[in-house]
């Protein structure tokens, strides 16, 4: 148990579907992180939420929509999405004191496949 | 900005052969550098960190040593196992740019140990 839980573990979608991700953790972390991990590429930060508000968006498409409803949840919001967007979405929570974070704590990851 | 680079993968070793994955960086201030490993079908977790210059981290027979005058942090083992194959990022944790201290990843190494 990573303390961070991801689901779901795998989804498949279509073009046109709206679904979520939801990552969940339970190390009273006050910071949580989206990444995007496609083949043969660095992880890419998506999404940086602290203390619940989003203080980073690194250029994402506006078909990705995130959700931080308290610092124990997060959510990704999804439409309309593209082919190349198939990949392992990861969910991370770290806990933040000024600029400095601590104990850096990934999710398992759901791996998209957008048909 | 803050860059981090790994050698190019995979790398492919017999049991209790050494290791040597190389990681090189790019910082304006003083980062703390990471190593992460990722088994098949899992989330990233942390190996070792180190948070200052002639740090030396280690964890489970793995080692890296911060080396500002190199910008390096390489990872090393003396006598991998079959069960050490995984992806490796190397990573380092822009603490001092902002409020969002995030880490930024290599491109991941591919180990493959063979019996």
């Known amino acids: 148990e990573t303390g961070v839980t991801q689901t779901p573990r795998h989804l498949v979608m279509g073009m046109t579907n709206k679904k979520s991700l939801k990552c969940e953790q339970h190390?009273?972390?006050?910071?949580m992180y989206w990444y995007k991990q496609s083949a043969k590429k660095p992880l890419e930060l998506m999404f940086v939420?602290?203390?619940?508000?989003?203080?980073e968006n690194n250029s994402v498409p506006s078909r990705f929509s995130p959700e931080c409803p308290n610092s124990s949840h997060l959510f990704l919001h999804l439409h309309t999405l593209q082919p190349e967007d198939s990949a392992l979405y990861l969910c991370?929570?770290?806990?933040?004191?000024?600029?400095?974070?601590?104990?850096?704590?990934f999710g398992s990851g759901t791996r998209l496949t957008v048909v | 900005g803050d860059s981090v680079t790994q050698m190019e993968g995979p790398v492919t070793l017999s049991e209790e052969a050494f290791l040597t994955i190389n990681c090189t960086y790019t910082?304006?201030?003083?980062?703390?550098l990471f190593w992460y490993v990722q088994y098949p079908g899992e989330g990233l977790q942390l190996l070792l960190k180190?948070?200052?210059?002639?740090d030396k981290g280690s964890n489970k027979g793995f080692e890296a040593t911060y080396r500002k005058e190199t910008t390096s942090f390489h990872l090393e083992k003396g006598s991998v196992q079959v069960s050490d194959s995984a992806v490796y990022f190397c990573?380092?944790?822009?603490?001092?740019?902002?409020?969002?201290?995030?880490?930024?990843f290599g491109q991941g190494t591919t180990l493959q140990v063979k019996p």
């Open positions: 991370a929570s770290s806990q933040r004191r000024g600029p400095l974070n601590y104990g850096y704590t």
């Open positions: 190390l009273g972390h006050n910071a």
């Open positions: 939420y602290s203390l619940e508000e989003r203080v």
């Open positions: 910082a304006t201030g003083y980062p703390s």
């Open positions: 180190a948070t200052k210059a002639d």
């Open positions: 990573a380092l944790s822009d603490d001092g740019s902002g409020n969002t201290g995030k880490l930024i």
